[in-house]
């Protein structure tokens, strides 16, 4: 009988992983959406993933990630680390090889707006973070900016989670 349980929770857990990691963008959607091919994909829950894509006002592809952090600090959590691996995957496809992104830390409007600004900051870099150390991407294609509250994404509802989030914006270079 003990076998079988374990099996079963073991099946479940496979189960539960592939549920998750279907939640988010893969690799390839998000170098896609990085390299300004045209292509749709579903996010399955709309608080995860991608929230936006749009051009840049210089024609630079880019993209909103919403990328979780723990409450209140700049430490990635596990869900996070899931979409950060994403985007490392992504950073080193072969037709972004050379292209440097500028990655956007943005907050809600809860809380002040110089502890929004360096938490946009630590967390923007939090992620460059983990795209050199765990993804092995150039330091030097790699800016970080943040923004704090200054750019909601909905700014009808400032504190709404949408509006956390970091944004990868191609800025060109390379081939």
């Known amino acids: 009988m003990n076998i079988f349980l374990t099996a079963l929770v073991m099946v479940c857990g496979l189960i539960s992983s592939a549920a998750h990691a279907g939640e988010h963008p893969s690799a390839e959607e998000i170098a896609a959406k990085l390299n300004g091919e045209a292509r749709s994909f579903v996010v399955m829950n709309a608080d995860r993933g991608i929230t936006n894509t749009k051009a840049e006002p210089d024609g630079g592809a880019a993209i909103d ?7 209140n600090s700049a430490a990635l959590t596990p869900d996070g680390l899931v979409l950060a691996g994403n985007l490392g995957r992504a950073l080193k496809d072969s037709r972004l090889t050379g292209k440097r992104f500028r990655i956007e830390g943005h907050t809600d409007a809860v809380g002040g707006d110089a502890f929004n600004l360096r938490l946009s900051q630590q967390r923007a870099e939090a992620v460059r973070h983990q795209l050199i150390t765990a993804n092995k991407v150039e330091a030097s294609r790699l800016d970080v900016v943040g923004y704090g509250e200054s750019r909601l994404l909905d700014p009808s ?4 989670g949408v509006n956390r989030r970091v ?6 270079g390379g081939d």
Not at 157 to 160: D, E, F, I, K
Request: proline share 6%.
């Open 167 to 172: 944004r990868v914006v191609n800025l060109g």
């Open 65 to 71: 990630l919403t990328i979780n952090f723990e409450f």
């Open 157 to 160: 509802q400032p504190t709404s």
